[in-house]
């Protein structure tokens, strides 16, 4: 960085010795974390996280050409914010049958190079059809990327099929799995986690399918669930987690945080985030995990506009063309369920950003 922004001062003091431990490489603490949420510097926050953003990926912002199945949203699951689950037999319960999901595939652009797969908790599919379902997808699509599966989906086939974790893992690897989303982590607080979900894997089940995926060589995102009933330490208890347990294993690839949707849980009676606090989400994740290799400003939870924005604050990746969104536009999001590769090239190269379409682990595809 130019010997001029060393010199750089804050509105905010309590960010002065965190500028410094940045600027000379040195890991943040718990409390630097919590200085950091507390701050109504937001613009000297953003400086921080650009400054480490640019450190690591220059003008480069990321995107992918993907696409979303959910091929289920029957879940016996409780979580309070969700309004994608179906209980079973609730009459807006649907299951694709697999020709459905393989015709899906079969119809997608050639460019698509990721397929998204997650869905509900259904009690009552076999192992058979999830295996399928992966081997079907390969068939017709050899050389697509298949992300899918949360660590809640893992944790509970380990249990409706009464197969160890490793097993469940091995054989969706075997069968054509090559990565994980991040979902299902929320907030790993035990008070508040039980609050808001019943029914789906702890805070410690999620840590130990990712530590035994990233084991088998199965690469995965990270997610984080705020501006429901969480405080701030518990944020900053939930972002140190991952960076011990990415510490330990190396296998994190993406950290996305995922700003509550309140239209379809009015029973928690939250209002929606502010860009103030979307904007610090992804800051504050820069900041503090500092062995992730990169932020998604999804534009899916935060709106494009403000997930634009993002790219300097912290994040270098805004997602993908995703053709159809179905989990947060249930729970009443707004934004579009599909952004054309022309849009988000449009949308990075307004924010000062260079595109660059990238594969899921982040070979670069293509630069503009």
């Not at 309590?14 to 431990?21: G, N, T």
């Not at 690469?219 to 705020?226: D, P, V």
């Not at 294993?249 to 950290?255: L, N, S």
């Amino acid at each position: 960085m130019p010997a001029a922004q060393s010199t750089t001062r804050f509105q905010d003091v309590a960010l002065e010795p965190i500028r410094e431990k940045v600027l000379a490489g040195t890991r943040l603490t718990a409390e630097d974390g919590l200085a950091l949420y507390r701050t109504h510097d937001l613009l000297g926050l953003g400086w921080l996280a650009n400054h480490e953003r640019e450190r690591r990926h220059g003008d480069a912002a990321y995107f992918v050409w993907n696409t979303h199945v959910n091929h289920t949203n029957v879940c016996v699951a409780t979580c309070d914010f969700c309004a994608f689950a179906a209980k079973p037999g609730e009459e807006r319960g649907y299951t694709m049958a697999l020709d459905e999901v393989f015709a899906t595939v079969a119809a997608l652009p050639k460019q698509v190079r990721e397929v998204h797969v997650v869905g509900g908790l259904h009690p009552d599919l076999p192992w058979s059809y999830i295996l399928d379902m992966m081997r079907g997808i390969k068939d017709r699509r050899p050389d697509i990327h298949i992300k899918a599966f949360t660590a809640v989906e893992i944790f509970f086939f380990h249990r409706l099929y009464r197969m160890p974790v490793e097993r469940v893992l091995a054989e969706l690897k075997e069968a054509g799995l090559d990565s994980m989303p991040g979902g299902g982590a929320e907030i790993f607080a035990k008070a508040t986690r039980n609050r808001i979900i019943k029914g789906k894997a702890d805070a410690e089940q999620w840590l130990d399918v990712m530590r035994t995926a990233h084991r088998l060589g199965i690469s995965s995102n990270a997610t984080m669930l705020y501006g429901h009933v969480e405080s701030l330490e518990e944020r900053v208890d939930h972002l140190l987690r991952l960076r011990e347990l990415q510490d330990e294993t190396g296998g994190f690839v993406t950290f996305i945080p995922l700003a509550f949707q309140p239209w379809e849980a009015p029973a928690m009676k939250r209002p929606a985030t502010t860009g103030f606090d979307d904007l610090k989400a992804l800051a504050v994740a820069r900041l503090l995990l500092d062995n992730v290799p990169h932020v998604k400003s999804y534009w899916i939870m935060i709106t494009p506009r403000l997930a634009q924005v993002g790219l300097s604050f912290g994040a270098d990746d805004i997602d993908g063309t995703v053709t159809e969104e179905k989990i947060a536009h249930d729970a009443g999001a707004s934004t579009p369920q599909v952004m054309t590769v022309d849009e988000l090239v449009r949308l990075i190269r307004e924010a000062g950003r260079r595109p660059v379409e990238r594969d899921t682990v982040f070979n670069v595809v293509r630069e503009w």
